[in-house]
């Protein structure tokens, strides 16, 4: 099997918030340090991204969310990925996220939560430790 | 000057350090030359408003203190109000759920999760009276922040305003309602811009005739600096979309002199203190000669910019919370010496959830003990005529002018924005400022400099998962209960103007009245004119 060198993140905004900022620093800050990113844009369901997901072949989706919604939108986005069979991509997520709500999150395999005030430089270094080709 | 500056020089030594804005606006060291004659600046409440809008701004009226409240249901969010209301807060100003800002009701799927959880859940007029349950409509002003469905919500308040028995003309207050930003920023949409904008100019137009009393537009630079501007950018494209809304509500014919009075603004206050007061002062005298110059406005009202404010979301962090409480005390304070006409104060608490009612107080307070304790209400523009202010006002003003120039040459602010123009000039000067305090070269106290291991906050307000439940069979129930056929033929209409250009307000304020839901007005908005995608650019 051929195995790609280059690890692909898809940078998701689930919800309806328009909070951006953050998701775009993120997807660049990535894409500066190395890695293939992919951005949904805004307002997806978790639909729309365990779909692109699949299609694009990612190993990483970084979930970007400061609605509140989180508790609806990572459950609801973790289970497609599992009905997907792509249970084994890595999905960490950032926002303002309470820190009782971040427990309950890794229990549902999310990897890691970065919390408002988080450097570019430590998600980079994060991603690169934990997030690998899949193949 | 030169003297001092050798001198200045020599003891600074050999330094690589940039002393620069917030922004990233590299300042002098000293400035001592600017304007010797105050009548060059002009004097408050006179042409070109540089030092304030009134002639006796503050002495003769504070600024209003109004402080953005909304979360859960409707009942969650009157009683916000009516404690805002008792502790001394002078205007209401209320913040919708994200469902509402993006006109979904409660029960549509994409609402799921989102039901009054960042502000107040509105699917109907039920939910709109209980909004506005036991508060006179004539006895105070609101603000209401929504801008794809500004329109329908207008045309909410208004049928409530018509139940209590105010009449139309005694009804104040703020719909956002402006669009331009929302493609630049904040991102809240349903269809393109070109007909986005058409149902701005469609409530401008209405409320020139029916609501006098109403700023149907609060142009707004808010949004853009949290997405990441600097100072200079929130500037010149606020003002760059005023500009297009006045040309298009020109271009429906109506009178400057009479619909210009009735725009108002809403600016950023950041930490960097000097930056903020300078930008303020820059906007004032930016807009009155736009308005005079181009415009031909001769009313001195349709020059004046006359602004709201809010402390800068983006700068208050989750860690060491209560530092947020002095960086608020120091923006609210450049505020007033900015001459704003109206004030929110944020939460400490706003980086963790909304606000608890403790720190909703507090923030308010803030704003009282500058006003009542600090004296500087005393005096109008009391910083005018300080070397650095004057100098830097003037730079802000410069800087503001070529961008807006830029935009001009692209064809406008739809033009613009189509091509991605402002999005991309903000994304980048927000990278460039994550990377500046990720080098640390920007100093954020308790986030990348004198960090401590803490303990996360408890007393957080949270909104209860039955909300949703709640709200989305009420707003079925709505649905249910009122007379179809009424509604049908309402929809119809609205449908009809969407298509022959006739002005929507009168028809939308039939329609809430006969019980169509926000999200039924949605959709017609939806496939009369259709949806905008984020074109997702990075």
């Given at each position: 099997m051929e195995t790609r060198s280059r690890v692909r993140i898809l940078i998701a905004?689930?919800?309806?918030?328009?909070?951006?900022?953050?998701?775009?620093?993120?997807?660049?800050?990535?894409?500066?340090?190395?890695?293939?990113?992919?951005?949904?844009?805004?307002?997806?369901?978790?639909?729309?991204i365990a779909e692109t997901a699949v299609?694009?072949?990612?190993?990483?989706?970084?979930?970007?969310?400061?609605?509140?919604?989180?508790?609806?939108?990572?459950?609801?986005?973790?289970?497609?990925?599992?009905?997907?069979?792509?249970?084994?991509?890595?999905?960490?997520?950032?926002?303002?996220?309470?820190?009782?709500?971040?427990?309950?999150?890794?229990?549902?395999?999310?990897?890691?939560?970065?919390?408002?005030?988080?450097?570019?430089?430590?998600?980079?270094?994060?991603?690169?430790?934990?997030?690998?080709?899949?193949? | 000057m030169e003297r001092w500056l050798e001198k200045y020089r020599r003891e600074m030594g050999d330094t690589k350090r940039r002393f620069s804005t917030v922004s990233g606006m590299e300042v002098e060291p000293l400035y001592a030359d600017g304007r010797g004659d105050p009548s060059e600046l002009g004097y408050?409440?006179?042409?070109?408003?540089?030092?304030?809008?009134?002639?006796?701004?503050?002495?003769?009226?504070?600024?209003?203190?109004?402080?953005f409240a909304g979360f859960g249901t409707a009942e969650d969010t009157n009683r916000r109000f009516k404690f805002l209301l008792e502790q001394g807060q002078t205007g209401l100003s209320t913040a919708f759920d994200m469902p509402v800002l993006m006109g979904y009701d409660a029960d549509h799927p994409r609402a799921a999760g989102e039901v009054g959880r960042e502000g107040v859940a509105i699917s109907s007029l039920v939910d709109m009276e209980a909004l506005f349950e036991g508060i006179r409509l004539d006895r105070v002003t609101t603000s209401m922040t929504v801008n794809c469905t500004a329109s329908i919500i207008l045309a909410m308040y208004l049928a409530v305003a018509e139940k209590q028995g105010v009449p139309f003309d005694r009804v104040g207050g703020t719909v956002q309602n402006d669009m331009l930003k929302e493609f630049i920023a904040q991102k809240e949409w349903i269809c393109p811009p070109e007909p986005s904008v058409r149902i701005v100019v469609d409530t401008i137009e209405f409320c020139a005739k029916e609501v006098p009393r109403w700023h149907p537009v609060s142009i707004s630079g808010y949004h853009i600096r949290e997405a990441g501007s600097t100072a200079v950018q929130e500037l010149a494209f606020t003002l760059a979309d005023g500009i297009e809304y006045v040309k298009q509500s020109l271009a429906r014919g109506l009178d400057v002199d009479r619909f210009a009075p009735r725009l108002s603004f809403f600016f950023n206050v950041h930490n960097d203190f000097l930056e903020e007061v300078a930008k303020l002062r820059a906007a004032r005298r930016m807009w009155a000669r736009i308005m005079r110059e181009r415009f031909g406005a001769k009313e001195p009202k349709a020059m004046m910019l006359r602004t709201h404010a809010q402390t800068a979301g983006c700068s208050l962090t989750a860690q060491q919370p209560l530092n947020n409480v002095v960086r608020v005390t120091i923006q609210a304070l450049a505020a007033v010496l900015g001459g704003v006409q109206s004030l929110h104060t944020n939460s400490l608490d706003e980086t963790l959830a909304l606000p608890s009612e403790q720190a909703a107080m507090l923030a308010l307070r803030t704003q009282q003990i500058i006003a009542e304790e600090s004296g500087v209400?005393?005096?109008?523009?009391?910083?005018?005529?300080?070397?650095?202010?004057?100098?830097?006002?003037?730079?802000?003003?410069?800087?503001?002018?070529?961008?807006?120039?830029?935009?001009?040459?692209?064809?406008?602010?739809?033009?613009?924005?189509?091509?991605?123009?402002?999005?991309?000039?903000?994304?980048?000067?927000?990278?460039?400022y994550q990377q500046s305090l990720d080098r640390g070269e920007k100093v954020v106290v308790g986030v990348n400099k004198y960090q401590v291991e803490e303990e996360p906050p408890i007393e957080l307000l949270k909104v209860p998962v039955e909300v949703e439940q709640r709200q989305i069979e009420r707003v079925r129930r709505v649905r249910?209960?009122?007379?179809?056929?009424?509604?049908?033929?309402?929809?119809?209409?609205v449908r009809r103007a969407c298509r022959e250009g006739e002005n929507l307000m009168p028809p939308l304020i039939e329609a809430v009245k006969a019980y169509v839901t926000l999200g039924e007005l949605s959709d017609v908005y939806r496939e009369e004119f259709g949806e905008y995608r984020d074109p997702a650019w990075m």
């Amino acid at each position: 099997m051929e195995t790609r060198s280059r690890v692909r993140i898809l940078i998701a905004k689930p919800g309806l918030d328009g909070h951006d900022r953050g998701a775009k620093i993120v997807a660049r800050a990535l894409r500066d340090a190395g890695f293939e990113v992919i951005y949904t844009g805004l307002h997806q369901t978790p639909e729309m991204i365990a779909e692109t997901a699949v299609q694009e072949d990612v190993d990483g989706i970084g979930v970007s969310i400061l609605s509140g919604a989180h508790m609806t939108q990572l459950p609801a986005l973790m289970k497609l990925l599992e009905e997907k069979g792509a249970e084994d991509v890595v999905v960490f997520a950032g926002g303002i996220i309470p820190a009782e709500d971040m427990a309950e999150l890794k229990r549902l395999g999310v990897a890691e939560v970065f919390t408002p005030g988080a450097a570019t430089t430590d998600i980079v270094a994060w991603v690169r430790e934990n997030v690998k080709p899949r193949n | 000057m030169e003297r001092w500056l050798e001198k200045y020089r020599r003891e600074m030594g050999d330094t690589k350090r940039r002393f620069s804005t917030v922004s990233g606006m590299e300042v002098e060291p000293l400035y001592a030359d600017g304007r010797g004659d105050p009548s060059e600046l002009g004097y408050p409440g006179e042409y070109p408003f540089t030092r304030g809008v009134y002639t006796t701004m503050y002495r003769g009226r504070l600024w209003t203190m109004r402080q953005f409240a909304g979360f859960g249901t409707a009942e969650d969010t009157n009683r916000r109000f009516k404690f805002l209301l008792e502790q001394g807060q002078t205007g209401l100003s209320t913040a919708f759920d994200m469902p509402v800002l993006m006109g979904y009701d409660a029960d549509h799927p994409r609402a799921a999760g989102e039901v009054g959880r960042e502000g107040v859940a509105i699917s109907s007029l039920v939910d709109m009276e209980a909004l506005f349950e036991g508060i006179r409509l004539d006895r105070v002003t609101t603000s209401m922040t929504v801008n794809c469905t500004a329109s329908i919500i207008l045309a909410m308040y208004l049928a409530v305003a018509e139940k209590q028995g105010v009449p139309f003309d005694r009804v104040g207050g703020t719909v956002q309602n402006d669009m331009l930003k929302e493609f630049i920023a904040q991102k809240e949409w349903i269809c393109p811009p070109e007909p986005s904008v058409r149902i701005v100019v469609d409530t401008i137009e209405f409320c020139a005739k029916e609501v006098p009393r109403w700023h149907p537009v609060s142009i707004s630079g808010y949004h853009i600096r949290e997405a990441g501007s600097t100072a200079v950018q929130e500037l010149a494209f606020t003002l760059a979309d005023g500009i297009e809304y006045v040309k298009q509500s020109l271009a429906r014919g109506l009178d400057v002199d009479r619909f210009a009075p009735r725009l108002s603004f809403f600016f950023n206050v950041h930490n960097d203190f000097l930056e903020e007061v300078a930008k303020l002062r820059a906007a004032r005298r930016m807009w009155a000669r736009i308005m005079r110059e181009r415009f031909g406005a001769k009313e001195p009202k349709a020059m004046m910019l006359r602004t709201h404010a809010q402390t800068a979301g983006c700068s208050l962090t989750a860690q060491q919370p209560l530092n947020n409480v002095v960086r608020v005390t120091i923006q609210a304070l450049a505020a007033v010496l900015g001459g704003v006409q109206s004030l929110h104060t944020n939460s400490l608490d706003e980086t963790l959830a909304l606000p608890s009612e403790q720190a909703a107080m507090l923030a308010l307070r803030t704003q009282q003990i500058i006003a009542e304790e600090s004296g500087v209400a005393n005096v109008i523009d009391p910083l005018g005529g300080s070397f650095a202010v004057e100098a830097l006002t003037d730079r802000i003003e410069r800087e503001a002018c070529r961008y807006i120039e830029e935009i001009e040459a692209m064809g406008g602010m739809i033009r613009a924005i189509e091509r991605g123009f402002p999005q991309k000039e903000i994304a980048e000067a927000a990278y460039r400022y994550q990377q500046s305090l990720d080098r640390g070269e920007k100093v954020v106290v308790g986030v990348n400099k004198y960090q401590v291991e803490e303990e996360p906050p408890i007393e957080l307000l949270k909104v209860p998962v039955e909300v949703e439940q709640r709200q989305i069979e009420r707003v079925r129930r709505v649905r249910k209960e009122r007379n179809q056929v009424a509604a049908r033929e309402a929809i119809a209409r609205v449908r009809r103007a969407c298509r022959e250009g006739e002005n929507l307000m009168p028809p939308l304020i039939e329609a809430v009245k006969a019980y169509v839901t926000l999200g039924e007005l949605s959709d017609v908005y939806r496939e009369e004119f259709g949806e905008y995608r984020d074109p997702a650019w990075m």
